[in-house]
């Protein structure tokens, strides 16, 4: 067996956005932390995000500025979000390191709604599941009820999660019964009755941490059975995180009594499997007082995960790819090991090769129903020639269906203009290239723009032949390339072939709309490609 390492972060953002520039290093644990011991998986849980009901729709389709500011922060360093499971102001992001991407299969999230008698989701918690090197790992994000004498609907909300967060493999349908349990969040238990708020905050201040542990409702409900006795925390040494005073670091506020609201649990079923013994050993747990924004102050843990090693599981091999054309059909071949259940309803999409999110593709087909023919032993996807209009370096990833996972990964290849949409390019009112990566609408119609400005240059060129025809040579006219050719014209638009060719293509003046100036050529670094065929070779 193997280890890997999961960390995990838990913040009450009090509906706060991130400020300019905040560095997340030192929650993310990457201060002096080579790239070799970073962690495989990442488990982001935030409460109290800023959430409106008009803005429900908007929250369902894009991140939240803190998940975007997470996977900003880890998407250079090689992580790969799977997905973010969000209700309201609760919100769990997992991300895991590109080469772990194949390794994770069926994610299936889950939503419990406690607010308003579980109709709302202001309180409540987000799951998500899933598989990796043969085992499986179920996470959850709760945020339970305040105030301090209401103890008993905290303990009421932990029973009503295990209850109505139901999963559809038969084996993990429970929160409880996967191999490993990680449960993080604003889990709002406070201190019993004891000293004055006075007291307590001065025995915060001198980390005088024992007698306050002892007031702790969370470990009282774990030594009675009430709640959470399933589950472990890992060494508390850190001073309360709540409340605090927003941007004066540890002070704590005369409003409410300090209390560890801010916890991150776990449970490990070490038996199930004959003649291995799974584990998660926790390497830290910790409070990060450097983050002020929020009256709460964020919590890190890490683990040892026991795997096993070599469960690689059946995946997808693409054939390597040498470029795609822009304004072309495209295709891209792959084999399928005999030993995955594909589905028709898996599906290919289209990445850019850096993609920081499996919510990141551009296009995207259905997977073919068949081989290419019958005693070929790959399969043939094609791609239309509307399903990419930017060029640069892309990937291609089979993806299963319902949260199947991702099969398998193509390596990178470039995708570049092809002659017509070259010549398209141009004709964009003279729009350099290098604008067209900004504009990525307007290099959609392309290949309709080229087709115009073809047939305008013929009809430009048709008509100076005649014009040569009935003019007699003149003395003294421009010189091109060393050979005698018509005069440009002044004021009229008009513009004439040029002999010499760049990069293979020749250079020609293409005509805007009613503009004098003519386009800029082509960019050096502009190839020469042709259309691929789209038949089996």
Request: hydrophobic share 40%.
């Amino acid at each position: 067996m193997e280890n890997l390492i999961v960390h995990v972060v838990t913040y009450n953002v009090a509906t706060t956005f991130p400020t300019a520039g905040l560095n997340l290093s030192s929650l993310l644990d990457l201060e002096n932390n080579a790239s070799q011991n970073r962690p495989d998986i990442y488990v982001i849980g935030c409460q109290e995000v800023k959430s409106q009901p008009q803005n429900m729709l908007y929250d369902s389709l894009f991140d939240d500025p803190w998940s975007a500011l997470f996977k900003q922060t880890l998407a250079p360093l090689g992580y790969v979000k799977l997905r973010t499971v969000r209700v309201q102001g609760i919100v769990l992001s997992v991300l895991v390191r590109r080469r772990h991407l194949v390794a994770v299969r069926h994610t299936e999230e889950q939503i419990v709604r406690l607010g308003l008698g579980g109709m709302w989701g202001n309180k409540g918690a987000v799951a998500l599941r899933l598989s990796i090197m043969g085992v499986n790992l179920c996470l959850v994000n709760a945020h339970l009820t305040a105030h301090d004498h209401l103890l008993s609907d905290r303990v009421r909300n932990y029973g009503d999660i295990l209850e109505q967060a139901n999963f559809q493999d038969p084996a993990t349908s429970k929160l409880l019964y996967h191999d490993y349990l990680i449960w993080l969040g604003d889990l709002n238990f406070r201190l019993a009755a004891g000293p004055d708020d006075a007291a307590v905050r001065q025995m915060a201040y001198e980390h005088d941490l024992t007698p306050l542990l002892a007031l702790d409702q969370l470990r009282a409900a774990q030594t009675s059975g009430e709640a959470f006795s399933e589950l472990s925390e890992p060494t508390l040494t850190f001073k309360p995180t709540y409340k605090l005073v927003p941007r004066r670091r540890g002070e704590y506020a005369h409003s409410r009594r300090p209390a560890w609201t801010d916890r991150i649990l776990y449970k490990v079923n070490e038996d199930v499997y004959e003649g291995a013994r799974l584990s998660a050993d926790p390497l830290s747990y910790q409070s990060h007082p450097e983050y002020t924004g929020s009256d709460h102050c964020p919590v890190s843990a890490s683990f040892s995960v026991k795997v096993f090693s070599g469960q690689t599981p059946p995946c997808v091999e693409f054939l390597p790819i040498s470029m795609w054309l822009i304004g072309a059909d495209c295709v891209a071949k792959y084999r399928v090991d005999p030993a995955l259940e594909t589905s028709s309803w898996d599906w290919i999409a289209l990445f850019r090769a850096d993609f920081a999110g499996l919510d990141e593709y551009i296009s995207y087909i259905w997977v073919p129903r068949s081989s290419s023919s019958p005693n070929s032993d790959h399969f043939v996807a094609v791609f239309p020639e509307d399903s990419i209009t930017v060029p640069g370096n892309y990937v291609l990833a089979y993806c299963g269906r319902n949260g199947g996972g991702v099969y398998g990964v193509s390596a990178p290849f470039p995708v570049r203009y092809g002659h017509t949409a070259r010549l398209a390019a141009l004709a964009l009112d003279g729009a350099p290239a290098a604008e067209l990566e900004r504009r990525p609408l307007l290099a959609r119609a392309a290949p309709e723009q080229a087709r115009e400005a073809l047939e305008l240059e013929q009809e430009q060129q048709e008509q100076e032949r005649e014009q040569q025809e009935r003019e007699p040579l003149l003395e003294g006219r421009p010189v091109l390339d060393g050979n005698p050719g018509p005069a440009r014209a002044a004021a009229g638009g008009g513009a004439a072939d040029s002999e010499g060719e760049t990069d293979g293509v020749p250079r020609r003046r293409i005509p805007g709309p009613a503009a004098a100036a003519a386009p800029e050529p082509p960019p050096e670094d502009w190839e020469t490609v042709e259309r691929p065929s789209s038949k089996e070779e």
